[in-house]
């Protein structure tokens, strides 16, 4: 079983390899199709702008915030797509007490990618 550093690094390697191939697929210009690869990483638990460790508003992080800047990306691409890199759902007071507890209704931060 690979574990994450080594399936990332073979990944990495095949896009690299595959990439630089001339394609058996290639298309003309007038064919071609965008595709947007839309990335967040470490958001940590934080779906609004408070910062649970200050008990207190913030402007300098949340998903509420991050939102707005992928669906502007998404209204420019027609063809996109969402990937988050990791520390999606723990790294804070209130998502590690969810993990750990449990939702009722399931996870909201996944409802959110859609």
């Known amino acids: 079983m690979l ?12 896009m690299l390899v595959l990439g630089t191939q001339p394609s058996a697929f290639a298309q003309t210009a007038k064919n071609k199709a965008g595709l947007r690869v839309i990335a967040t990483t470490d ?6 702008d ?9 402007e300098k992080f949340g998903f509420t915030r991050t939102a707005s800047l992928i669906k502007q990306a998404r209204a420019e691409v027609k063809n996109s797509v969402l990937v988050d890199n990791g520390d999606l759902i723990q790294g804070n ?22």
């Open 93 to 114: 007071p209130i998502s590690d007490y969810q993990s750990t507890k449990g939702a009722k209704e399931g996870k909201p931060e996944l409802r959110l990618w859609h």
């Open 43 to 48: 958001i940590h638990g934080f779906l609004t």
């Open 50 to 58: 408070f910062d649970y460790y200050k008990d207190a508003p913030t």
């Open 3 to 14: 574990n994450r550093r080594k399936f990332i690094q073979l990944g990495a390697t095949a």
